[in-house]
């Protein structure tokens, strides 16, 4: 493991801890909000506010931040909770709940009304917006901005009662309409909502707004680091600014900010995300196309190949568009180091070895990973009548076509090497079946098995392979950055080419005699491949995670 120097966010870290502020204690946490599934945008959060945690020796929890009722479900806090355990991190029993602070957040707004800090604001959202103003022109003061302060309790109450409407009044802190920060300008707190909450139910009609709820529920757990994205830089005033209405000498949680990822011909946001689900434009969020840690779960990814990815881009100041490729390096490396090579042909057509007997097995001995010894061997066997991929032959091919082809020697991978002596076809010029000679001499531990010739082909025996469906995905989008197609809508981006289903590919016996779904296997020549969970015992199913080379750079 190379030693890599701290990045600017530890960097800032250590300096506070060697200073001891808030005791010199470290607490992270990791706040998504259940409204969606988490995608590998999160996954370089999970890293930086789990992983700074441990590297420092402190603790990080996982709160779930559902202050807003409507869009929230328990289905996305267990998948949430999966994902993380997955990635190889763990809360403990550091688990939270923003709605379990409503009641705090209920008496600390009341307390800044009774401050004169916070009013109820009965104009809707429009009129509020226009008198914000812009960042060069001071904003105007509402209407209702000095009203009474026993006013200002009686309406807030009676909003959390549920006797007003949605959008009917908000909360806003008394701030400052003149602030170059437009942030400042008396931000809203808290707004109606009336939709039972996923654990609160009723309880609530009145909830908070994030800016309100997120420092003050890193102020209840006593987190010290509260580490976002970048677009939440411009909020930090305010955060400042709420924090102050709690926070003493002796401890305050301190905001910081890094570079969100986004990754080529993907989208990131869970809205887009959950839009390609509810219109089946995708299978599901663990569909092997998506972004989703499920998606690249089911596609064969590895919780390592992530975390490499991440460590690999690092974490800036400075928001950017990551390619994907880089993220498929990842996991080519990974599995190279640890994925068992076995024969599969996608696209078979029959290959003949004339003079081999009839009735024979042999059974060949099959490394399973060159680049790990340890991994051992498997057998495979070897017959008459052989599967090979139909792209592997060609009657009449260019120059340096080393496959098969009349007249050339190949030799077929683990097993002998053979001599083209022609094809059959059928009406329409298909090729039906190709024959070839072996030579008896060129098996492994054979004399002439060191012969040279420069094509080695995968194979499987017609009579002891199976077929499986194999899915092979690209790109979901057509385009580099479908966020940014000022055009189009995001969804006519979509490539039409990113699934293709091979119904009757070939595989060999170790592969039907021992894979389970989640399986992740190199198939000679052709990639990674990974077992689904749609396989049926007679009918294997398999995910290619990512081909061997990465046909998109050129
Ligand atoms: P989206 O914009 O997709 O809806 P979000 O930011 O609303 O995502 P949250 O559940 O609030 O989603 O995110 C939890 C944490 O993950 C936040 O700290 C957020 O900053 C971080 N996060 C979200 N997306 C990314 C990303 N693309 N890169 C890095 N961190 C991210
Ligand atoms: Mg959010
Ligand atoms: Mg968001």
Redesign the pocket.
């Known amino acids: 493991e190379e030693k890599k120097s701290l990045n600017f966010i530890e960097a800032a870290i250590e300096a506070d801890l060697a200073a001891g502020k808030n005791g010199g204690r470290l607490n992270t946490r990791?706040?998504?909000?259940?409204?969606?599934y988490?995608?590998?945008?999160?996954a370089?959060?999970?890293c930086m506010?789990f992983g700074v945690a441990e590297k420092f020796g402190g603790t990080c929890n996982l709160r779930f931040?559902d202050t807003n009722p409507v869009k929230e479900d328990v289905e996305y806090v267990d998948s949430i909770k999966e994902d993380i355990h997955w990635l190889g991190f763990d809360w403990g029993d550091r688990l939270y709940y923003a709605s379990d602070y409503f009641p705090k957040l209920w008496d600390l707004a009341l307390r800044l009304i009774k401050e004169g800090k916070a009013y109820v604001d009965e104009q809707s959202a429009e009129e509020i917006a226009k008198q914000k103003g812009t960042p060069t022109q001071p904003g105007t003061p509402s209407p209702y901005r000095n009203r009474p302060i026993e006013e200002n309790i009686d309406l807030f109450e009676r909003m959390n009662r549920g006797e007003f409407e949605e959008g009917a009044m908000v909360l806003r802190a008394k701030i400052d309409m003149a602030s170059p920060n437009m942030h400042m300008r008396d931000p809203i707190m808290y707004r109606i909502i009336k939709h039972p909450h996923h654990r609160t139910g009723n309880t609530w009609n009145a909830y908070p707004m994030y800016d309100f709820a997120h420092g003050q529920s890193d102020y209840f757990e006593g987190v010290t680091h509260s580490?976002?994205?970048l677009e939440?830089e411009v909020h930090r005033p305010l955060y400042d600014w709420f924090v102050d209405q709690l926070a003493d000498e002796t401890y305050r949680p301190r905001q910081m900010e890094?570079?969100?990822?986004?990754l080529t011909y993907t989208v990131?946001?869970?809205?887009k995300?959950l839009q390609l689900v509810q219109e089946k434009l995708v299978s599901g969020w663990d569909d092997p196309r998506m972004p989703t840690i499920c998606g690249l779960r089911r596609r064969g990814y590895t919780p390592r190949s992530i975390r490499n990815f991440i460590d690999r881009i690092g974490y800036t100041k400075y928001d950017g568009l990551i390619s994907v490729s880089l993220l498929e390096h990842s996991i080519r490396e990974d599995l190279n180091k640890t994925a068992n090579r076995v024969s599969a042909v996608l696209n078979p057509v029959k290959l003949i070895i004339t003079n081999y007997p009839e009735n024979q097995v042999e059974y060949m001995k099959a490394e399973n990973n060159p680049e790990d010894e340890s991994a051992g061997f498997h057998e495979i066997p070897f017959t008459r009548e052989l599967y090979i991929e139909r792209d592997d032959f060609m009657e009449n091919p260019p120059k340096k076509f080393f496959r098969m082809t009349p007249g050339q020697e190949v030799r077929l991978k683990s097993a002998y090497i053979v001599k083209c002596t022609g094809c059959k076809k059928g009406e329409n010029g298909e090729i039906e079946e190709i024959y070839c000679e072996y030579d008896p001499l060129t098996k492994s531990g054979m004399p002439e098995s060191g012969r040279k010739v420069k094509g080695t082909l995968h194979w499987v025996s017609v009579e002891y392979s199976k077929s499986a469906e194999i899915r092979l995905y690209d790109r979901l989008f057509c385009v580099e950055n479908p966020s940014e197609e000022k055009e189009k809508d995001f969804r006519e981006l979509l490539n039409p080419e990113s699934l293709k289903i091979l119904n009757n590919c070939r595989i060999e016996p170790y592969l039907f005699e021992n894979a389970k779904p989640g399986d992740r296997f190199q198939f000679q020549r052709t990639g990674y491949f990974c077992v689904d969970k749609d396989s049926k015992p007679d009918k294997l199913v398999f995910n290619r995670t990512v081909s061997l080379k990465d046909s998109w750079e050129k």
Request: charged fraction near 25%; glycine fraction near 6%; aromatic fraction near 10%.
């Open positions: 990791f706040p998504p909000e259940p409204n969606g988490l995608h590998i945008g999160h370089k959060a999970i506010d931040d580490i976002c994205t939440f890094f570079n969100r990822l986004n990131m946001s869970k809205r995300l």
